[in-house]
């Protein structure tokens, strides 16, 4: 099917007698009716659901459109982007293992990678996302297990060549794991070009009305972990926590997310709540619609800014002056996001006045959403980092992320142009 079929006909099957909308399964429990039944559910022995934490069949059903508009294998949902991140990373990285993380990443993430995961023993090596091949082969350890990275970075706009990504972690044996959410499936399938795990914070696009945290993670099932058991013990090994399963051996292609889900979701706890994941769907019914209209109404934003006389510098990667203009033509050619970054002659400080001043988009700690909104990362979202990591992460102290919504295109530049006379 095509994406936008899937996005309104995938996951919830009903069948006779059945409701036509995905039912909310809310319920922490489900019944069987011998212990023998559930019994061989703990063993992975038989498929079903038992438990909330574990699984969900409204969460299920989201997972697989999710999986479907990716074109991956398999997936889960998520508590947020976050546990996403953090469950696709420690899937297959333990203590004393190494990886290698683009410097553009989101905030979250670069926290997550490089400061909380080093505590659990965890080192990471951050790379320029525009390195060269060779400066990247530079990056493996003996030990490195993954490369992570965003098709396109919050909030740098960086759009990630995710061919010669993908063609380096594979040199060393390792899978690519690539954070779609600005993209969204709608835009750009990162497995067509290499990426072997995408992750999501579906709290923007995908949910799209600013409702519910959400994560997911896909698997493209085209990394063979079981070439390199000694890579990847905890995939290829038994699992003690398990009564010995061996992943791969049990569940081929469906190993990497059964192991996230049937060890990780077990132990660490971040499950999706069903009303979130009900209302993600929601979400997603319409997200093929919502995706081409902040792409066509961000274009025009970034077009007037860019001609403004007040503005001393815009970053979209649909503008031709833009650096990454061809990259983005080549992995997103509908359009990239509806996400804009952009500086003012008259700096911070202009900065926050003209934000003080808008009357249609909202300052929010949030993006990616219906309703157009405006947000100082170097104030809000990255204010941890030091001036060095921001602008290794691409965020100039000046930099406003504004991200347009789908209202209509001449109300947000009507807006725009006033609050930025009284920058
Ligand atoms: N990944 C990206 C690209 C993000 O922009 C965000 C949040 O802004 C996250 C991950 C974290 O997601 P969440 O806020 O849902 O935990």
């Known amino acids: 099917m095509k994406r936008e079929t899937i996005c309104i006909q995938s996951g919830w099957k009903p069948t006779k007698g059945e409701p036509r909308v995905l039912p909310i399964y809310q319920s922490t429990t489900f019944k069987y009716d011998t212990s023998e039944q559930m019994g061989r559910l703990f063993d992975l022995e038989d498929s079903g659901y038992f438990y909330t934490r574990l699984q969900n069949p409204t969460n299920d059903a989201v997972a697989q459109k999710i999986c479907e508009l990716e074109g991956g294998v398999a997936a889960m949902l998520t508590s947020s982007g976050q546990a996403a991140n953090y469950y696709a990373v420690f899937n297959i990285c333990e203590a004393g293992d190494h990886l290698i993380m683009s410097s553009t990443v989101y905030g979250g993430t670069f926290n997550l990678l490089t400061c909380t995961m080093k505590k659990m023993g965890i080192s990471c090596t951050v790379v320029d996302p525009d390195a060269s091949e060779e400066e990247l082969n530079a990056a493996f350890l003996p030990n490195t297990k993954c490369v992570v990275a965003e098709t396109i970075a919050n909030p740098a706009l960086v759009v990630l060549d995710i061919e010669k990504f993908a063609r380096v972690a594979h040199a060393h044996e390792v899978p690519l794991i690539v954070d779609n959410t600005f993209a969204t499936p709608i835009n750009c399938r990162p497995f067509e070009f290499g990426a072997d795990i995408v992750t999501h914070s579906t709290t923007k696009y995908m949910d799209g009305h600013a409702m519910c945290v959400g994560g997911a993670i896909v698997d493209s099932g085209n990394f063979d972990w079981s070439k390199y058991p000694d890579k990847f013990p905890g995939l290829c090994t038994p699992d003690e926590s398990y009564h010995g399963i061996v992943y791969t051996e049990k ?155 789908i209202e209509n295109v001449e109300d947000i530049i009507a807006d725009l142009a006033q609050a930025i006379e009284q920058a």
């Open 251 to 405: 569940f081929g292609k469906g190993a990497y997310i059964t192991k996230a889900t049937s060890q990780l979701m077990r132990d660490l706890g971040s499950i999706q709540s069903p009303m979130n994941a009900f209302l993600l769907n929601v979400g997603l019914e319409t997200l093929h619609l919502r995706m081409p209209r902040h792409c066509e109404n961000a274009q025009k934003v970034a077009e007037f800014l860019e001609a403004h006389e007040k503005v001393a510098w815009v970053n979209y990667p649909g503008l031709k002056s833009n650096k990454y203009y061809e990259l983005a033509k080549k992995y997103m050619p509908n359009g990239s996001c509806g996400v804009i970054s952009f500086g003012l002659k008259s700096g911070r400080e202009g900065a926050s006045n003209m934000m003080d001043s808008l009357k249609l988009a909202a300052i929010v700690t949030h993006v990616a959403d219906a309703r157009t909104c405006v947000l100082h990362p170097a104030s809000h979202t990255h204010r941890q980092m030091s001036d060095e990591q921001l602008v290794e992460a691409g965020v100039a102290p000046d930099l406003i992320r504004l991200s347009v919504g």
